[in-house]
């Protein structure tokens, strides 16, 4: 369960924008979840709400979930694609890799138009807040 | 905003020393000594961790010969623990492959090993760094916070002349320099001591070069025997 890590992160940030912002209440934290990094919604969700559990600005927080799809260009000839495309390709080595550091997916992807593997992740990498709202 | 960069530090706060083994140029033996420094270390009963951070080319799982183990996953990952030390590498995800990557990835993917590895408590630990001064070395300077600098320097006066700039990269960032180590040794010239002590950094001693390296190159108990180890442990007090 590395999601925890993770949402410890989104956490621990949000505190420190409370801090800088001097809100009391955080209403809204939007994260959006990048598809490559295959994060499981319903174990970070769980690890949020246990990380919170001892901090009193998170009484009445909702966690918002924006997923976004994962997409690839290859730098050499400028196919664009989608993970998702890819996914059916990989075995459970090999995503649980991409899963724990993104960048794997150089290793176990090519680009689909020349087989290149010098491609960008241009969205939907991994864990990122969106937004963060709250009352002062 | 990146939820990663903040807990960072965290994930470091209980580990008393951070030292960066670099150097800037390539093969003079960065891997080397970080990976025996981390096991001299550990065999002095230090609490020690090991990240081998050369993500192009990782070597200090090959130096010390570890295999076969994974971290452990448990709220972010644990790191094993081989020969009292826990080491975190890049082959654990990349296995034997090339990673065809820019500097942006390996940005993203230092940022990310860093997020989710819990070192928990250390005494040391200890960086293998790639060579030059680029992505990795900015990222390491960046993100953490209490770094120290240990630079390697062969008696090569090419070496030498790239060692030079990296020492002052470090320090117009202001970022501390534990001193500098000659490897590879051949003769008693006092000429590299001279060059570094100009710099106003110290010259922590040498390393000599040791003709049988080879034969022990993943083997831990031959390195323990060997005159690297013995020079190594020499160096140990002046680390403080
Ligand atoms: N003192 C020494 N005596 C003999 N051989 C040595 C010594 N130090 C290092 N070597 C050898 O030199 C080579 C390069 O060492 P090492 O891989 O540690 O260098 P590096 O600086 O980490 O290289 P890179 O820049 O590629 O990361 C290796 O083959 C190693 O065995
Ligand atoms: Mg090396
Ligand atoms: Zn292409």
């Known amino acids: 369960m590395h999601e925890w890590a993770l949402a410890e992160g989104v956490i621990d940030t949000t505190v420190k924008v409370s801090r800088e912002k001097k809100l009391k209440e955080i209403s809204r934290v939007v994260i959006t979840l990048g598809e490559l990094q295959q994060i499981d919604e319903e174990i970070f969700k769980f690890a949020l709400r246990e990380i919170i559990k001892p901090t009193s600005i998170f009484k009445k927080t909702e966690f918002k979930f924006e997923k976004e799809k994962a997409v690839l260009r290859c730098k050499v000839c400028t196919t664009e694609w989608e993970f998702g495309d890819m996914l059916c390709g990989l075995d459970d080595v090999e995503v649980e890799s991409i899963h724990f550091i993104p960048e794997m997916s150089h290793i176990y992807m090519k680009c689909p138009g020349c087989g290149s593997r010098d491609f960008e992740i241009v969205k939907g990498r991994g864990v990122w807040i969106a937004s963060i709202e709250g009352m002062e | ?240």
């Not at chain 2, 090339?98 to 590895?117: K, M, Q």
């Open chain 2, 1 to 240: 905003m990146d939820p990663r960069l903040n807990i960072i530090a965290h994930r470091l706060e209980n580990v008393d020393r951070l030292i960066a083994v670099s150097g800037g140029k390539g093969g003079i033996g960065k891997s080397s000594v970080a990976s025996t420094l981390a096991l001299c270390l550990s065999k002095k009963n230090y609490r020690v961790g090991l990240l081998d951070l050369d993500f192009y080319g990782p070597s200090c799982h090959l130096i010390l010969g570890i295999k076969g183990v994974y971290p452990e996953e448990e709220r972010g990952i644990l790191p094993p623990q081989v020969y009292g030390i826990k080491f975190m590498s890049i082959v654990y995800y990349a296995k034997e492959n090339p990673l065809t990557v820019r500097g942006i990835d390996i940005s993203n993917s230092i940022i990310e090993l860093l997020a989710i590895t819990r070192w928990e408590e250390l005494d040391f630990l200890i960086i293998d760094m790639p060579p030059g001064i680029g992505d990795t070395t900015l990222d390491v300077i960046r993100l953490l916070k209490g770094v120290e600098f240990l630079v390697i320097t062969t008696p090569s006066k090419v070496v030498l002349e790239t060692v030079k700039k990296t020492l002052e990269m470090l320090k117009e960032a202001h970022v501390p320099i534990l001193g500098v180590i000659e490897n590879m040794k051949l003769n008693n010239s006092s000429w590299t001591r001279q060059e570094i002590e100009t710099f106003d950094v110290k010259y922590l001693g040498e390393i000599g070069f040791d003709r049988s390296f080879e034969d022990f190159v993943g083997d831990r108990n031959k390195l323990l025997k060997s005159s690297f180890v013995e020079d190594i442990n020499k160096l140990i007090p002046n680390l403080d």
